[in-house]
């Protein structure tokens, strides 16, 4: 079993940045592919960002390439997100997601643990 908790959310204007955190718990975090998701009012959710278990390699949506950077710390067992030059699209709960099998993959399905997300909100 693996327990994820995200935190950093909150409300922030257009164009300004926000980093999420993660903390992982009960299962040797270094053998796990980590990811970002997000869920917009009414919408599906989304893939947002991966990370190799070594975080060596990374995978983004292309509507936050550039502006968005996903990052590891295994000794602190977290994976961040840091988020610039936000905007009201960006505007969703985001969701941490791991899987031991495979890392980058953009369909949540391939994910076997989530955590509870975090609101963010931008006002434009």
């Known amino acids: 079993q693996v327990h994820l908790v995200e935190s950093g959310g909150g409300l922030v204007q257009a164009g300004g940045s926000l980093r999420l955190s993660c903390a992982a718990s009960?299962?040797?975090?270094?053998?796990?592919?980590l990811a970002w998701f997000r869920q917009a009012p009414g919408k599906e959710r989304e893939f947002v960002a991966a990370?190799?278990?070594?975080?060596?390699?990374?995978n983004y949506a292309d509507s936050v390439k550039g502006r968005f950077t996903i990052s590891r710390d295994n000794a602190k067992n977290t994976v961040y997100l840091q988020m610039n030059s936000l905007n009201a699209d960006d505007t969703a709960i985001y969701y941490c997601?791991?899987?031991?099998?495979?890392?980058?993959?953009?369909?949540?399905?391939?994910?076997?643990?989530w955590g509870q997300g975090t609101q963010v909100t931008v006002s434009s």
């Open positions: 997601a791991a899987s031991p099998l495979r890392w980058g993959s953009e369909t949540a399905q391939t994910y076997d643990y």
């Open positions: 009960g299962r040797t975090f270094n053998n796990l592919g």
């Open positions: 990370i190799s278990w070594n975080g060596y390699s990374t």
